[in-house]
């Protein structure tokens, strides 16, 4: 994450040409395309890294897709288009979601986050893939009324858990690192997993099972079956392990499952959608509210093909159609990078 | 071609048909399994082509890998007889193969 250049976060009012909502492949080729064009973007990712996809469900997977690198994984491929991109100097947002987008009465569009940075934009990129990343939610019955009072996907204050009787579910980084975090706090801890190995850093584990094993804390085998409670207030929940169900007094759970995609708020902005995808044309990759682009894995047109390069070659082309509403005067002369010398100045190779 | 049974949380079933070489997940994706999601498109990066073998294909089908034992973790209700369909690989010897959907993939 220190390694990518021009990242903020917070607070603040953003005066911007072109905001692109996704730092997956596709958005960040879209901040080249854009700013070969003199547009420089702002790019905005619920991750806390940029990759999208690449860098959360497959970094070490190869690909073997992308013309002219007969195999790259996903880390790679993310690594190289941040160096391709960097001429341009784009702003990354990471950790923050758009929840609203509107127009305002100019034509420019506002866009405000989760964290309460706002945008006001000539032109929007959707490149958000599946959607944003969010945490899984255990498919218990009536779990959603629990959550926010008692079930909880991340950790916002930890004063929030104190005295409290937790229950942390799963083997990875974020179940043993709350754990060891959340121990000191609680009234009780309970750490369940469904077998007795994790995925975490080892000295993560090694620190569980001491306090395990001086009982500051329980380490359960097994997994959640049902919830117990009311008005959204847990008191207890059954699990099942290998002697049978039983039952445990807890008042908070924090399920570490990882990250699954929903359109989430995306589909309360008033764009026509078709299951879940976003219609555009195939000259300018337009959505039905003209100045949003939607490109890559999120838009859909006759004959779409999910792939990365797919969405490079509809970065290029909303490109184009961007420049005629960031600057509405000038006239757009096609060049190519081998040969123009403007284009190589704004790379820097010249 | 090898002939596959996916049965669904009600009890209905349904075969089909799998080339060798494709993943059972391809197999049922292609022919429309409801319950098979594979929102990953078989990477094992996702768990939800979660299936259970039945007990008597169970040594035929084979254990899950190290990384298919972790991407289990992400799954709900994990018995056992679990596997991720997008990891077993459609052969000759699996002719008749019979697998239940889980009731929720997450």
């Not at chain 1, 970094?59 to 996903?74: F, N, Q, R, T």
């Not at chain 1, 190995?197 to 001086?214: C, D, I, Q, T, Y």
């Not at chain 2, 498109?41 to 169970?58: F, L, M, N, P, Q």
């Not at chain 2, 289990?72 to 459609?90: N, T």
Request: glycine residues 8%; aromatic residues 8%; charged residues 25%.
């Amino acid at each position: 994450m220190n390694d990518v250049f021009g990242a903020i976060n917070g607070n603040e009012r953003i005066e911007a040409d072109a905001v692109i909502i996704g730092a997956g492949p596709v958005g960040l080729f879209a901040v080249f395309e854009l700013g070969l064009l003199d547009i420089r973007a702002h790019v905005i990712d619920i991750l806390d890294r940029p990759g999208g996809q690449c860098a959360e469900l497959y970094p070490e997977k190869p690909i073997y897709d992308i013309p002219a690198l007969p195999v790259v994984s996903g880390q790679e491929l993310t690594d190289r288009l941040l160096e391709q991109i960097r001429p341009f100097d784009p702003t990354f947002h990471f950790s923050e979601r758009i929840d609203e987008l509107r127009r305002e009465p100019d034509g420019r569009f506002v866009l405000k986050t989760d964290v309460g940075t706002e945008f006001r934009t000539k032109v929007v990129v959707i490149a958000a893939g599946g959607g944003s990343f969010t945490p899984k939610r255990p498919p218990l019955e009536g779990i959603e009324a629990y959550e926010e009072k008692s079930v909880f996907y991340s950790v916002r204050r930890m004063e929030d858990f104190r005295g409290r009787d937790i229950l942390i579910i799963g083997g990875g980084d974020s179940a043993l690192d709350w754990t060891l975090n959340l121990q000191p706090v609680a009234k009780s801890l309970t750490l369940l997993h469904r077998r007795d190995e994790f995925r975490g850093a080892p000295h993560s584990v090694a620190k569980m099972r001491e306090l395990a094993a001086n009982g500051q804390m329980q380490l359960r085998i097994g997994q959640v079956t049902a919830l117990h409670g009311s008005d959204g207030r847990l008191e207890a929940i059954t699990i099942k392990t290998k002697d049978g169900e039983e039952r445990l007094h807890i008042d908070a759970m924090l399920p570490f499952f990882g990250l699954t995609m929903k359109l989430g708020p995306i589909a309360s902005w008033g764009l026509n959608l078709e299951e879940n995808l976003i219609p555009v044309d195939t000259a300018k990759f337009e959505t039905n509210e003209p100045g949003i682009f939607a490109i890559g894995d999120i838009n859909t047109y006759p004959g779409k093909l999910k792939l990365i390069l797919s969405g490079f070659h509809e970065a290029a082309l909303m490109a184009q159609a961007a420049h005629h509403i960031v600057y509405p005067d000038k006239k757009l002369l096609f060049q190519y990078t081998t040969s123009s010398s403007s284009l190589q100045k704004k790379l820097g190779v010249k | 071609m090898a002939k596959i049974t996916f049965i669904q949380p009600d009890g209905s079933s349904q075969v089909v048909e799998a080339t060798p070489g494709n993943t059972v997940m391809e197999a049922a994706k292609m022919n429309g399994v409801p319950g098979i999601e594979a929102e990953c498109g078989g990477a094992c990066a996702c768990a939800t082509c979660h299936v259970y073998v039945t007990d008597e294909w169970r040594e035929k089908v084979g254990p899950p890998s190290e990384m298919e034992e972790d991407m289990l973790d992400f799954a709900f209700d994990v018995r056992e007889s679990s596997r991720l369909s997008c990891q077993i690989k459609v052969t000759d010897e699996l002719d008749g193969l019979v697998l239940s959907v889980p009731e929720k993939q997450f």
